[in-house]
Nanobody
Framework: QVQLVESGGGLVQAGGSLRLSCTFS????????MGWFRQAPGKEREFVAT????????IYADSVKGRFTISRDNAKNMVNLQMNSLKPEDTAVYYC?????????????WGQGTQVTVSS
């Protein structure tokens, strides 16, 4: 059984940084692509970033490209999302999930989410 637990969310001022982490419980992490999504109040869940099993390939949403970096540590079963130059529009609940690509239908396991709030 796969379980994903996010951490690292919080309140930050615009221009600041946060680092989100997702801990993966289960035997298949090193063979699994992973991704981050987010959902703001009243909006649909949207893709943020994804990383392949090796950490070699990444894809970012245009809205975060150049500001966010996804990475993984297969020895620790963790995937991270470094978020810099945060904007109020980045405020959302952030979810990690197992899968690859921009479409949420490509992901089969999801964490419970962590809240990120960016104040102006």
């Amino acid at each position: 059984q796969v379980q994903l637990v996010e951490s690292g969310g919080g309140l930050v001022q615009a221009g600041g940084s946060l680092r989100l982490s997702c801990t993966f419980s289960g035997p298949t992490f090193s063979r699994s692509a992973m991704g981050w999504f987010r959902q703001a109040p009243g909006k649909e869940r949207e893709f943020v970033a994804t990383i392949d099993w090796s950490g070699t390939l990444t894809i970012y949403a245009d809205s975060v490209k150049g500001r966010f970096t996804i990475s993984r540590d297969n020895a620790k079963n963790m995937v991270n999302l470094q978020m810099n130059s945060l904007k109020p529009e980045d405020t959302a609940v952030y979810y990690c999930a197992r899968g690859w690509g921009r479409l949420s239908n490509n992901y089969d396991y999801w964490g419970q989410g962590t809240q990120v709030t960016v104040s102006s």
